[in-house]
């Protein structure tokens, strides 16, 4: 399981070397930008650099070794993940960035069972946290458009007593996942249309 990490500086002239910042792994890309090769052994890699940008983003950690194929792992294009990454840390600044780690353990891994609605977004999962919590877990449908994403996140931007609570998000490869916490009771058309 590869994450969506990457340091990539198109900034400078020579751009394929991107310098490591204090706890920031230092990367270099191959010619084919399809690769990105880690001097080191890795296991702490938890932020990003993007384009130069002084902002450093969590990037969850996993451990690398050596070279890494991003078109085997489904990361089509780097950059797009990384700024989908970059928005998302600030759309949802304060929610917790969860890893698909978590989000697999949590829905058993997306098991049919698990499943208890599916909406325009995609389909919701009932999973549970490690300190007993129960979240739904919104997964995006592969062809969920990213305005449906994004309209998501709107409204999960919302905090009021009476809409459903945001917890974090994950992003994982072409997963866009949503965390919110599990309301017991099922859905308001139930109660309105029987
Ligand atoms: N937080 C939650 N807790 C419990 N069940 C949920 C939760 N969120 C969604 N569900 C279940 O998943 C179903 C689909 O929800 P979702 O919000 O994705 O779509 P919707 O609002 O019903 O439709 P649309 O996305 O098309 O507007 C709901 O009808 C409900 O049964």
New binding site residues.
């Given amino acids: 399981l590869i994450p969506l990490i990457a340091l990539v500086d198109n900034s400078t002239a020579d751009s394929r070397r991107v310098k490591a910042d204090e706890g920031v792994l230092s990367v270099v890309t191959d010619s084919s930008n399809h690769h990105i090769r880690f001097p080191t052994k890795s296991l702490e890699l938890t932020k990003i650099r993007i384009q130069g940008a002084t902002e450093l983003c969590n990037a969850g950690e996993q451990p690398f070794v050596g070279k890494v194929d991003l078109r085997e792992q489904n990361i089509v294009d780097i950059e797009e993940l990384v700024e989908l990454c970059t928005r998302m840390e600030e759309a949802c600044s304060g929610f917790t960035r969860f890893g698909f780690c978590q989000i697999l353990d949590a829905t058993d891994n997306f098991s049919e069972k698990m499943i208890?609605?599916?909406?325009?977004?995609g389909k919701?999962y009932k999973g549970q946290l490690p300190g007993g919590l129960n979240v739904?877990i919104?997964r995006a449908d592969e062809h969920a458009a990213m305005l449906e994403v994004n309209s998501e996140l709107q409204l999960a931007k919302l905090q009021h007593a009476n809409v459903?609570r945001l917890l974090g998000w994950c992003i994982h490869g072409k997963e866009r996942i949503l965390v919110?916490?599990?309301?017991q009771n099922?859905?308001l058309d139930r109660y309105l249309c029987g």
């Fill in positions: 208890v609605g599916w909406g325009g977004f919701v739904a919104k459903i919110y916490e599990f309301m099922g859905s």
